[in-house]
C-alpha cells in the first residue's frame, strides 16, 4: 500500500490519527509489513501484505494476527495495546 494512502486513513473508532511503523518496504516504497498505532484509544492495526487490518474487535482473527507477530518475532506484551481485544 503506498504511504500516501495510509496517511488517509484513521482510528475507524474514534477518528483519531495513526502512527506508521515501516517495517518492510518495497523498492518503489509500497509498505508491505508494518503497524498502524492510533494515538487516541491505542488500538494497533498490522499491515500485513500491504494490507492494513483494520476490523473492529469482534472481526480481529486472531490466527492471522498471531502468524504476524511470530514473523516479526515480536511479544504483544510488549506493545502498548490498552483497548485491544482478540477473539478467543
Ligand atoms: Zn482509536
Redesign the pocket.
Known amino acids: 500500500m503506498k504511504i500516501t494512502t495510509i496517511h488517509k486513513l484513521c482510528?475507524?473508532?474514534?477518528?483519531?490519527d495513526l502512527k506508521l511503523e515501516i517495517i518492510e518496504q518495497t523498492l518503489d516504497k509500497d509498505i508491505r509489513t508494518g503497524s498502524l498505532t492510533?494515538?487516541?484509544?491505542?488500538?494497533f492495526y498490522p499491515i500485513i501484505s500491504g494490507i492494513p487490518i483494520m476490523n473492529p474487535d469482534e472481526y480481529r482473527d486472531v490466527e492471522i494476527e498471531d502468524a504476524y507477530y511470530q514473523f516479526l518475532e515480536l511479544d504483544k506484551s510488549n506493545h502498548n495495546i490498552e483497548n485491544f481485544r482478540l477473539i478467543e
Open positions: 482510528c475507524p473508532f474514534d477518528k483519531a492510533c494515538t487516541e484509544c491505542k488500538r
